[in-house]
């Protein structure tokens, strides 16, 4: 069969130096579905993004239907036939399934008026033409997920799409839409469409993929028929490393049980379950570490510790103390301190200094501030200490925090959350998107706080980070515990693997994980 | 009967309630234009005033209502575009540069007042142009309805007529359709090729078209001539009136009505010995209200959902997941 | 220099915003005027010239720069209330009923008044705050509502329950001389209502970086969801500021019937509620610059006024400056490029630097 799309020695490096893509090839062959997996920052979506001209390689070329193309915009991708489904669906939920699909390309009639009747024709049309049936008439708001993302492929097929790609198009249904989802590419492939899948789900790729493709630090391993690889294959391809990690020693004694979950479940405005029946505890002196692909609920547990947002259902208890319901202050102030994932979302305030943001935990507190008043005497002096002890490259201490590389604004944030001296330490994400030298240096002070005693629960994406520092490891997928390792320097990451990708799940786990 | 009431079901009333409210309809369909479009435009108070202004004076010197009525819509047009410019270009946040526009016409139409007549009041000097009156052959035999309907000036007639043109505009055209879905989701329009910033453009240039037939009815319609900030907040009024009926042709309309009736009763009430300033609260005091009912319904049925949901989850769960209720004891014995 | 001008750039832009303003109207005053020099004396120099004028400029401030800080607490916070006209409004109103129809010595009067003013201006906050922090509801529309509301409900107090019917004209009653701010010039109307803005100014510029409330607000304005993340209550900073923004803009409405009119005679609301909007914006909504912004907008209002008086060209030549200014400053892009340029310049600096030295 032929190739429809041809990459070629793709080289992709971004403005602040990372490199997404090193001399990146595959071939995807007309008609069938290929699916492209890989850990977080394994490269996949920047591949996907170059394809659909959204971002530009510095290198390498693309060629579609036996054609070079040079995309300048995702506009050029779908004039040549090629469509995107995004995650987040690109519908307007207030239009009709009609009006979506035909947006910027109308039916007109008498030269100036929308052609109600014409637009339903084309949506029925094109609907029956690939058997995915959609209420022409309905608005996107009242219609489920799983629908509304067949609006979204209906759309890419109206504009005559030979080629979709799908970013991850089961995260956000439920199996029964999944299912529902599967005999639609499968259609669409008796109908010589093309399909480009991105997934962490191995299962999902063993089901409906005919070519697999495994993206690692942000190259190819390999690209092969999806019947040649069994599930443990791909994600010992996928996570498999040449050298094992160097492993930090595991202070010696743990201590009495600080935090701990129980039952804890979270149901977020989307109507999704993503937390389910969560429970764990995490002594004094180790760290918990949390591995898992993200979006399978970390996100939603870090912010449940924390107080910012509330339990659906379930118990979080501090020294045995239930602090459900407490707010985020009440939290801190039981000795609860948080490295959030998204430091400029939540960890800082970028137009404000340094200094500023160094006391968001503590400005109302003695020394920092006395009868309300603020003594920016005692901030400052305060600030100047932290970028001493935390090695904070800054101009002084009023400069605004944006002005600070990425890896000096994350050291910012892991000051000021361990001199607030907690008993509990939520760090996620610690090392997410800073350099080497500031990973290493946020590393060593993680173990540090686990040496005096506290206890650390960190959640991360990246295997080797949780390899690295954990004294336990738990794997969540998909809301659920479904394995805890009591003896991190038993496994590699090639073990975790199949837990995170939902290949495989430990039974009974109960009163293990409170070990 | 009581005077009052009297009064009020006179056909008099009737007319005057159409005469209050045209200059009302125009600009709040200007306002629901660029809410849709996402681009909140709260400069039409200033847009009706220049387009008022030029209208009466290009009227005066060329003696044509065709070029008073092209000056006035073309100037209306260009507020628009203006405003397009300095938000979409030069990345004015949209609020104060429309406060601006506003500052600004309010000067500069007394400014060029002064400049062209030695005035600062009013036109009262110029021979003002006024757009005709049209008396509807059979409606105005009918009693009561055709005194209330007809004899009225020409734009009122066209303010009734653009909010079914506003209708077809939204809902039937492909601009219309690109309009809200700008205004709904700008990252959905751009995947499909839509620009963004020239539909949004377009918005708010035809809330400058609106909002000059607005002024142009002000000037040489309701009176005939042009005073300093002769709009008298109009142009803030619409916009409750668009709120209110949620920028929809009907529903703003109807606010506009409201607006208008509740306008027209202040005037006729003076007589009575209601004051009639509680009366002239009213319209304001219901945009407020309306504005909290509205945000309440949408926090509500977000909620809602969400307990639908849990519901669902529960009922359809596998069976090792507890019920709430067991969950919630299990957590509190320990 | 060109980090000097990197680092003050926002200054620099406004410096630059305001020269054009004036640039402009010097244009304009070129264009129509047939003595484009004494007119030009009339607008920049005669307001310097005279007492009057000069105390013109003092009482112009007063109650501008009491709106001014007062949006500028909810700006701060990203609050876009603007209110203050109808707050300042009702106050007076409210303020006016109150000191007629009570008497006692001055030195409780006078702070009673201003303080029902301020209670009636922080209830009218309060409205569109408690909307916005509950449900949601835009503030701004709300607001601009309840200015409407404002002046109605105020002429429907003061027409209906507090009208001098001896008067010719629609106006209260006459304040009792222990509810009256002194005027401390004689021959001018200066009164001492400017100490209480200027004061307001100091202690707004002291609670907002001063103060743990201040730091609240302006990183609620920065990042709400850093701010939930530290423990800030943003629900009560959303109410709060804009609680306070009512609270100050009423007194500016009380000052004014108190130390120059003597009785509620407003009949059209007074504007300063906008006018402060635009010195909020010229002084980037910080108190002390705010103060200087105040002062240069009513200097520039007064030389319209005099402009106007003495010279053939209309006062509105100010509203259109100001509008321009505005446009100018709020535009974030104008000068983007000139900036953008100065950025890269720098950082090629830097890195040429750097390796010199490596």
Same mark, same amino acid.
């Given at each position: 069969?032929?190739?429809?799309?041809?990459?070629?020695?793709?080289?992709?490096?971004?403005?602040?130096?990372?490199?997404?893509?090193?001399?990146?090839?595959?071939?995807?062959?007309?008609?069938?579905?290929?699916?492209?997996?890989?850990?977080?920052?394994?490269?996949?979506?920047?591949?996907?993004?170059?394809?659909?001209? $959204?971002?530009?390689?510095?290198?390498?070329?693309?060629?579609?239907?036996?054609?070079?193309?040079?995309?300048?915009?995702?506009?050029?991708?779908?004039?040549?036939?090629?469509?995107?489904?995004?995650?987040?669906?690109?519908?307007?939920?207030?239009?009709?399934?009609? &009006?979506?699909?035909?947006?910027?390309?109308?039916?007109?009639?008498?030269?100036?008026?929308?052609?109600?009747?014409?637009?339903?024709?084309?949506?029925?049309?094109?609907?029956?033409?690939?058997?995915?049936?959609?209420?022409?008439?309905? #608005?996107?708001?009242?219609?489920?997920?799983? $629908?509304?993302?067949?609006?979204?492929?209906?759309?890419?097929?109206?504009?005559?799409?030979?080629?979709?790609?799908?970013?991850?198009?089961?995260?956000?249904?439920?199996?029964?839409?999944?299912?529902?989802?599967?005999?639609?590419?499968?259609?669409?492939?008796?109908?010589?469409?093309?399909?480009?899948?991105?997934? %962490?789900?191995?299962?999902?790729? #063993?089901?409906?993929?005919?070519?697999?493709?495994?993206?690692?630090?942000?190259?190819?391993?390999?690209?092969?028929?999806? +019947?040649?690889?069994?599930?443990?294959?791909?994600?010992?391809?996928?996570?498999?490393?040449?050298?094992?990690?160097?492993?930090?020693?595991?202070?010696?004694?743990?201590?009495?049980?600080?935090?701990?979950?129980?039952?804890?479940?979270?149901?977020?405005?989307?109507?999704?379950?993503?937390?389910?029946?969560?429970?764990?505890?995490?002594?004094?002196?180790?760290?918990?570490?949390?591995?898992?692909?993200?979006?399978?609920?970390?996100? &939603?547990?870090? #912010?449940?510790?924390?107080?910012?947002?509330?339990?659906?259902?379930?118990?979080?208890?501090?020294?045995?103390?239930?602090?459900?319901?407490?707010?985020?202050?009440?939290?801190?102030?039981?000795?609860?301190?948080?490295?959030?994932?998204?430091?400029?979302?939540?960890?800082?305030?970028?137009?404000?200094?340094?200094?500023?943001?160094?006391?968001?935990?503590?400005?109302?507190?003695?020394?920092?501030?006395?009868?309300?008043?603020?003594?920016?005497?005692?901030?400052?002096?305060?600030?100047?200490?932290?970028?001493?002890?935390? %090695?904070?490259?800054?101009?002084?201490?009023?400069?605004?925090?944006?002005?600070?590389?990425?890896?000096?604004?994350? #050291?910012?944030?892991?000051?000021? &959350?361990?001199?607030?001296?907690?008993?509990?330490?939520? +760090?996620?994400?610690?090392?997410?998107?800073?350099?080497?030298?500031?990973?290493?240096?946020?590393?060593?002070?993680?173990?540090?706080?686990?040496?005096?005693?506290?206890?650390?629960?960190?959640?991360? +994406?990246?295997?080797?980070?949780?390899?690295?520092?954990?004294?336990?490891?738990?794997?969540?997928?998909?809301?659920?515990?479904?394995? %805890?390792?009591?003896?991190?320097?038993?496994?590699?990451? &090639?073990?975790?693997?199949?837990?995170?990708?939902?290949?495989?799940?430990?039974?009974?786990?109960?009163?293990?994980?409170?070990? | 009967?009581?005077?009052?009431?009297?009064?009020?079901?006179?056909?008099?009333?009737?007319?005057?309630?159409?005469? =209050?409210?045209?200059?009302?309809?125009?600009?709040?369909?200007?306002?629901?234009?660029?809410?849709?479009?996402?681009?909140?435009?709260?400069?039409?108070?200033?847009?009706?005033?220049? !387009?008022?202004?030029?209208?009466?004076?290009?009227?005066?010197?060329?003696?044509?209502?065709?070029?008073?009525?092209?000056?006035?819509?073309?100037?209306?047009?260009?507020?628009?575009?203006?405003?397009?410019?300095?938000?979409?270009?030069?990345?004015?946040?949209?609020?104060?540069?429309?406060?601006?526009?506003?500052?600004?016409? !309010?000067?500069?139409?007394?400014?060029?007042?002064?400049?062209?007549?030695?005035?600062?009041?009013?036109?009262?000097?110029?021979?003002?142009?006024?757009?005709?009156?049209?008396?509807?052959?059979?409606?105005?035999?009918?009693? =009561?309805?055709?005194?209330?309907?007809?004899?009225?000036?020409?734009?009122?007639?066209?303010? /009734?007529?653009?909010?079914?043109?506003?209708?077809?505009?939204?809902?039937?055209?492909?601009?219309?359709?690109?309009?809200?879905?700008?205004?709904?989701?700008?990252?959905?329009?751009?995947?499909?090729?839509?620009?963004?910033?020239?539909?949004?453009?377009?918005?708010?240039?035809?809330?400058?078209?609106?909002?000059?037939?607005?002024?142009?009815?002000?000037?040489?319609?309701? =009176?005939?001539?042009?005073?300093?900030?002769?709009?008298?907040?109009?142009?803030?009024?619409?916009?409750?009136?668009?709120?209110?009926?949620?920028?929809?042709?009907?529903?703003?309309?109807?606010?506009?009505? /409201?607006?208008?009736?509740?306008?027209?009763?202040?005037?006729?009430?003076?007589?009575?010995?209601?004051?009639?300033?509680?009366?002239?609260?009213?319209?304001?005091?219901?945009?407020?209200?309306?504005?909290?009912?509205?945000?309440?319904?949408?926090?509500?049925?977000?909620?809602?959902?969400?307990?639908?949901?849990?519901?669902?989850?529960?009922?359809?769960?596998?069976?090792?997941?507890?019920?709430?209720?067991?969950?919630?004891?299990?957590?509190?014995?320990? | 220099?060109?980090?000097?001008?990197?680092?003050?750039?926002?200054?620099?832009?406004?410096?630059?915003?305001?020269?054009?303003? *004036?640039?402009?109207?010097?244009?304009?005053?070129?264009? *129509?005027?047939?003595?484009?020099?004494?007119?030009?004396?009339?607008?920049?120099?005669?307001?310097?010239?005279?007492?009057?004028?000069?105390?013109?400029?003092?009482?112009?401030?007063?109650? *501008?720069?009491?709106?001014?800080?007062?949006?500028?607490?909810?700006?701060?916070?990203?609050?876009?209330?603007?209110?203050?006209?109808?707050?300042?409004?009702?106050?007076?109103?409210? @303020?006016?009923?109150?000191?007629?129809?009570?008497?006692?010595?001055?030195?409780?009067?006078?702070?009673?008044?201003?303080?029902?003013?301020?209670?009636?201006?922080?209830?009218?906050?309060?409205?569109?705050?408690?909307?916005?922090?509950?449900?949601?509801?835009?503030?701004?529309?709300?607001?601009?509502?309840?200015?409407?509301?404002?002046?109605?409900?105020?002429?429907?107090?003061?027409?209906?329950?507090?009208?001098?019917?001896?008067?010719?004209?629609?106006?209260?009653?006459?304040?009792?001389?222990?509810?009256?701010?002194?005027?401390?010039?004689?021959?001018?109307?200066?009164?001492?209502?400017?100490?209480?803005?200027?004061?307001?100014?100091?202690?707004?510029?002291?609670?907002?970086?001063?103060?743990?409330?201040?730091?609240?607000?302006?990183?609620?304005?920065?990042?709400?969801?850093?701010?939930?993340?530290?423990?800030?209550?943003?629900?009560?900073?959303?109410?709060?500021?804009?609680?306070?923004?009512?609270?100050?803009?009423?007194?500016? @409405?009380?000052?004014?019937?108190?130390?120059?009119?003597?009785?509620?005679?407003?009949?059209?609301?007074?504007?300063? @509620?906008?006018?402060? *909007?635009?010195?909020?914006?010229?002084?980037?909504?910080?108190?002390?610059?705010?103060?200087?912004?105040?002062?240069?907008?009513?200097?520039?209002?007064?030389? @319209?006024?005099?402009?106007?008086?003495?010279?053939?060209?209309?006062?509105?030549?100010?509203?259109?400056?100001?509008?321009?200014?505005?446009?100018?400053?709020?535009?974030?892009?104008?000068?983007?490029?000139?900036?953008?340029?100065?950025?890269?310049?720098?950082?090629?600096?830097?890195?040429?630097?750097?390796?010199?030295?490596?």
């Amino acid at each position: 069969m032929a190739a429809i799309l041809e990459v070629k020695n793709i080289e992709k490096i971004y403005p602040d130096g990372v490199i997404a893509n090193k001399d990146v090839s595959v071939s995807v062959e007309e008609g069938t579905i290929h699916a492209i997996v890989g850990e977080n920052g394994a490269g996949k979506s920047t591949l996907m993004k170059v394809i659909f001209g $959204i971002t530009r390689p510095q290198n390498g070329t693309i060629s579609f239907q036996g054609q070079e193309v040079n995309f300048k915009s995702p506009d050029d991708a779908i004039q040549q036939g090629i469509g995107m489904v995004h995650q987040h669906l690109m519908l307007a939920s207030d239009l009709t399934v009609a &009006e979506n699909l035909v947006l910027g390309i109308e039916p007109k009639r008498r030269g100036i008026f929308l052609d109600d009747h014409e637009m339903i024709r084309l949506t029925r049309e094109v609907a029956q033409r690939f058997s995915l049936e959609v209420p022409p008439d309905k #608005k996107i708001k009242d219609l489920p997920i799983g $629908i509304r993302q067949r609006v979204e492929i209906l759309k890419a097929l109206y504009r005559k799409a030979e080629l979709l790609i799908l970013d991850e198009p089961t995260a956000v249904l439920t199996p029964q839409e999944t299912e529902v989802l599967f005999r639609t590419l499968k259609q669409l492939k008796a109908n010589g469409k093309t399909i480009l899948f991105i997934s %962490h789900k191995l299962r999902e790729v #063993k089901e409906i993929a005919d070519r697999v493709t495994v993206m690692r630090d942000s190259q190819v391993i390999t690209t092969e028929d999806a +019947a040649k690889l069994s599930e443990e294959d791909i994600s010992h391809l996928m996570v498999g490393r040449d050298i094992r990690t160097e492993r930090i020693p595991q202070s010696e004694t743990t201590g009495e049980v600080v935090l701990e979950t129980k039952g804890l479940s979270f149901v977020n405005e989307d109507e999704i379950f993503v937390l389910k029946d969560v429970s764990f505890s995490v002594r004094a002196g180790e760290i918990l570490g949390l591995a898992g692909v993200e979006g399978n609920g970390q996100t &939603e547990l870090v #912010k449940l510790l924390t107080g910012l947002l509330q339990p659906t259902d379930g118990e979080i208890f501090v020294r045995s103390k239930a602090i459900s319901g407490l707010s985020p202050r009440k939290v801190r102030e039981i000795g609860l301190a948080h490295i959030p994932e998204d430091r400029m979302e939540n960890g800082v305030a970028d137009q404000a200094s340094v200094k500023e943001n160094l006391i968001v935990d503590r400005y109302y507190k003695a020394p920092y501030s006395r009868r309300s008043r603020l003594l920016w005497k005692t901030i400052t002096d305060h600030t100047l200490d932290l970028v001493k002890r935390f %090695h904070i490259l800054t101009r002084n201490v009023d400069t605004p925090v944006n002005s600070l590389s990425g890896g000096n604004i994350q #050291k910012v944030v892991v000051a000021r &959350e361990l001199s607030a001296d907690p008993d509990v330490l939520i +760090a996620s994400q610690p090392t997410r998107g800073v350099d080497v030298g500031s990973e290493e240096h946020i590393h060593s002070l993680l173990r540090q706080v686990r040496d005096e005693g506290k206890a650390v629960f960190m959640v991360s +994406a990246d295997l080797d980070e949780v390899l690295k520092l954990s004294s336990r490891i738990l794997v969540i997928y998909n809301g659920e515990i479904v394995a %805890h390792i009591p003896d991190p320097s038993m496994v590699s990451a &090639e073990d975790l693997g199949p837990y995170m990708l939902g290949v495989k799940r430990q039974e009974d786990l109960g009163a293990e994980i409170h070990s | 009967m009581s005077p009052l009431l009297d009064s009020i079901f006179s056909s008099d009333f009737g007319f005057a309630v159409l005469r =209050v409210m045209t200059p009302l309809i125009f600009p709040a369909l200007g306002f629901a234009i660029t809410d849709l479009a996402g681009v909140v435009n709260i400069s039409l108070e200033g847009m009706m005033l220049m !387009s008022a202004f030029f209208g009466v004076i290009v009227g005066a010197f060329t003696g044509s209502l065709l070029l008073a009525l092209l000056a006035g819509i073309l100037i209306g047009i260009a507020m628009g575009a203006a405003l397009g410019y300095f938000h979409l270009k030069l990345k004015t946040d949209i609020i104060l540069g429309a406060i601006a526009m506003n500052m600004f016409a !309010s000067g500069f139409t007394i400014f060029l007042l002064y400049v062209l007549t030695g005035d600062k009041g009013s036109t009262s000097s110029l021979k003002s142009l006024v757009f005709p009156e049209v008396h509807i052959p059979l409606l105005r035999s009918i009693p =009561v309805l055709g005194d209330i309907l007809s004899g009225h000036n020409v734009l009122t007639y066209a303010a /009734l007529l653009s909010a079914i043109v506003f209708f077809f505009l939204i809902f039937k055209t492909p601009l219309g359709l690109r309009i809200r879905a700008v205004g709904q989701n700008p990252d959905a329009a751009r995947s499909v090729g839509i620009n963004v910033d020239r539909v949004q453009l377009y918005a708010l240039m035809l809330s400058g078209l609106f909002g000059a037939l607005g002024g142009l009815y002000l000037s040489m319609g309701y =009176v005939s001539w042009f005073a300093r900030d002769m709009t008298a907040g109009r142009g803030w009024i619409a916009i409750a009136a668009a709120t209110l009926g949620g920028n929809m042709p009907l529903g703003t309309f109807l606010a506009a009505l /409201l607006f208008g009736s509740v306008n027209a009763l202040a005037i006729y009430i003076a007589s009575v010995n209601i004051p009639s300033e509680l009366i002239q609260m009213i319209p304001y005091v219901a945009t407020v209200l309306a504005l909290a009912l509205y945000a309440i319904r949408v926090q509500k049925r977000r909620q809602k959902i969400k307990e639908e949901a849990l519901e669902e989850e529960y009922d359809s769960g596998p069976p090792d997941n507890p019920p709430p209720a067991a969950a919630k004891q299990r957590g509190g014995s320990s | 220099m060109q980090k000097f001008i990197l680092r003050n750039f926002t200054l620099i832009r406004t410096l630059i915003a305001i020269a054009l303003g *004036i640039v402009i109207s010097i244009f304009l005053i070129y264009v *129509i005027s047939e003595t484009p020099g004494f007119s030009l004396k009339s607008f920049l120099i005669a307001p310097l010239l005279s007492k009057s004028r000069l105390s013109n400029i003092v009482e112009n401030a007063t109650p *501008i720069l009491f709106c001014g800080i007062a949006i500028a607490v909810a700006f701060r916070a990203k609050q876009f209330n603007i209110g203050a006209e109808g707050a300042l409004f009702i106050s007076a109103a409210v @303020g006016t009923a109150f000191a007629v129809s009570t008497s006692m010595p001055i030195f409780i009067h006078i702070p009673l008044v201003l303080l029902v003013a301020a209670g009636a201006g922080a209830a009218w906050g309060f409205i569109p705050g408690f909307m916005k922090a509950k449900w949601g509801a835009s503030e701004l529309v709300a607001s601009l509502m309840m200015n409407y509301v404002a002046y109605f409900l105020g002429l429907y107090l003061i027409n209906n329950f507090f009208r001098d019917k001896e008067a010719g004209f629609l106006v209260s009653y006459r304040l009792p001389e222990s509810a009256r701010l002194a005027q401390f010039l004689e021959g001018t109307r200066m009164h001492y209502g400017v100490f209480l803005a200027l004061g307001a100014a100091l202690l707004i510029y002291y609670l907002m970086f001063h103060t743990t409330l201040g730091y609240e607000i302006r990183m609620t304005g920065h990042n709400q969801g850093f701010s939930r993340f530290g423990g800030i209550k943003i629900f009560k900073i959303i109410i709060l500021v804009q609680v306070i923004e009512g609270a100050l803009a009423g007194m500016g @409405g009380m000052t004014e019937i108190m130390g120059i009119h003597g009785r509620f005679n407003w009949q059209m609301s007074p504007g300063y @509620g906008w006018e402060g *909007i635009i010195v909020a914006i010229i002084g980037r909504e910080h108190p002390i610059l705010i103060i200087f912004a105040s002062f240069f907008l009513a200097y520039i209002r007064v030389g @319209g006024q005099s402009l106007n008086l003495l010279a053939d060209v209309p006062f509105e030549l100010v509203t259109v400056i100001q509008a321009v200014i505005i446009i100018l400053i709020t535009a974030e892009a104008f000068l983007g490029r000139f900036k953008y340029k100065l950025t890269v310049n720098e950082a090629k600096r830097e890195e040429a630097g750097d390796e010199s030295l490596a």
